[in-house]
């Protein structure tokens, strides 16, 4: 559509008609009205989704699978509605490579403990430096139990993993990769295409953790030729307790199941118990079916805005916010590489993010402070933590101010 | 004075105040003000583990009271941590045990009771306790 070019995005994309999908964003804290800046903890959830969680238990409420009334056919159905949701959304090539998990963290430990038997002495395992502490201590565990090495991929300054050390680090002992898509505490989007090619090249597995990723970037992991892919619907306007695994066919194959119950049998007698077929091997007892469903929802509503708008507009709010706050004389952002999300982890010289954190609550601001589950990268920095602001695509550069605003009253009061 | 005439005061200081920005400056103040505790103090074994901000405590019997002195990373912990130090420091073990800390809430600084404040004030208030009952062990 040619006639279209040139218009710009703030055209296409009016920010107050999305935030009026957000009830929360109009509620107030501490008197003042909600500036809600962590996002990358939980996104906030949009009427659309919880209409449908209110809907699923106003009328679908059964357990799945298994019954043969209409109310647990019709759960059923819109469940596994959502997981092809989910497939296409992610571009997996079968819909049984999606496995229904509580979340990122489920994800991670159900691959990590799958591995258990698949690894030995000598083997070794490489996570990076930017990693959440849900991507690093399974894999600890993992090692532990196996006698496998661990091995990191440092980082530079700029909060960059050292790709050439990366490559080093490769081997023929080297059997899975462990790297998050996008950093939670800094923002870095890591090149995952070249992590994943080299690996493959030396025969290991990859996992990709997605939790921070999935908001802001459509991730076809055929075209990654990702191993395993994870992530939580609580990052993408989804409900908490929910999330998604995906493997490679192959792999789920090998993988003993993770947990023992109902759901992810054939049959069960006490010689002998054979697992169900992918997906429900993984899938033991009853899930989070209403979570379920309301992750598609959520993914939905994403996709009709669109990614490629969410990310141009949420750029847009990161390249506001980083020139904004750097103008704040002693503020230091840590995480500078040019491939970011909109999260900015700044602190105050001389000033504990926790009090900044405080302040900015006080003044209806949520942000997140601390070591944000990444103890490895504020020890590479040596500070105690950061103060966390991440943006969505429903927040605003009004908002943006407010919180300039706010630090700057924290730093007149706290210095 | 007794602990609970020292809460008292405390209260008293503090309803003179019109806001949250007066009531935190002030804290903030008294943060900034006191060198809470002796370096050969802020050891390992002494910080109580909040999630965010460091609390170092350390506590001496002297003349049957104990004397306690503390500090953290954080300017506003330190400030709740002077508070408290004036309310519970030089008396009497028994007295600190049997002490409720309601005055926090009546000063309007309930949310740092909060357990998932997580910076680490419940357990330092825990660990004041903890310290008045095992002086008060010893005296028995």
Known sequence: ?415 | MSIEEIQNEIIDEFSMFEDWEERYQYMIDLGKDLPLIDDQYKTDSNIIKGCQSKVWVHAEMKDDKIQFTADSDAIITKGIIAILIRAFSNQHPKDIIDADTDFIDKIGLKEHLSPTRANGLVSMIKQLKMYAIAYQTQLN
């Open chain 1, 1 to 415: 559509m040619p006639f279209l070019s040139g218009l710009d995005l703030s055209a296409m994309f009016n920010v107050e008609d999305i935030r009026k999908d957000f009830p929360i964003l109009y509620r107030k804290v501490n008197g003042k009205p909600l500036v809600y800046f962590d996002n990358a903890a939980t996104s906030q959830t949009p009427k659309q989704v919880i209409d449908v969680i209110v809907d699923y238990y106003s009328n679908y409420n059964a357990n799945i699978h298994r019954g043969v009334h209409t109310l647990s056919q019709e759960a059923t159905d819109l469940y596994e509605q959502s997981r092809k949701k989910i497939q296409t959304h992610f571009n997996a090539k079968f819909l049984h490579e999606i496995i229904f998990t509580s979340g990122t963290t489920h994800s991670i430990n159900l691959v990590a403990n799958g591995f258990t038997s698949l690894l030995k002495k000598g083997d070794e395992i490489i996570v990076s430096a930017l990693e959440h502490h849900s991507n690093i201590v399974p894999w600890q565990m993992l090692c532990e139990r196996t006698g496998a090495t661990l091995k990191v991929i440092p980082m530079n300054l700029e909060g960059e993993l050292e790709i050439e050390a990366y490559n080093n680090l490769l081997s023929k002992n080297t059997k899975l990769v462990f790297v998050n898509h996008v950093s939670n505490a800094l923002g870095t989007v890591n090149p995952i295409e070249h992590i994943i090619d080299e690996a493959h090249k030396v025969g290991a597995a990859v996992l990709i953790d997605g939790a921070q990723s999935c908001p802001h970037i459509k991730p076809d992991v055929q075209a990654l030729d990702a191993d395993f892919y994870v992530t939580s619907a609580h990052k993408v306007c989804g409900p908490t307790g929910v999330g998604m695994l995906y493997g490679k066919e192959s792999w789920l194959k090998k993988l003993p199941p993770y947990q023992g119950g109902g759901e992810m049998i054939a049959e069960v007698t006490f010689e002998k118990t054979t697992y169900a077929d992918l997906p429900h091997k993984f899938e033991a007892g009853t899930p989070n079916i209403c979570g379920g469903i309301a992750f598609g929802a959520a993914l939905d509503y994403m996709n009709a805005i669109g990614f490629d708008t969410i990310a141009a507009y949420e750029n847009e709010l990161l390249e506001y916010g980083t020139a904004q706050l750097l103008a704040i004389e002693g503020l230091k952002i840590y995480g500078t590489s040019k491939h970011k999300t909109s999260v900015i982890s700044f602190n105050l010289e001389g000033i504990h993010p926790y009090d900044v954190g405080t302040i900015l609550d006080k003044l209806g601001i949520a942000v997140r402070t601390g070591h944000h589950c990444a103890q490895p990268i504020m020890d590479f920095y040596k500070i105690p933590g950061t103060i966390r602001a991440s943006f969505s695509f429903y927040n605003t550069k009004a908002e943006i101010d407010a919180l300039v605003e706010g630090v700057k009253k924290a730093k007149m009061m706290l210095s």
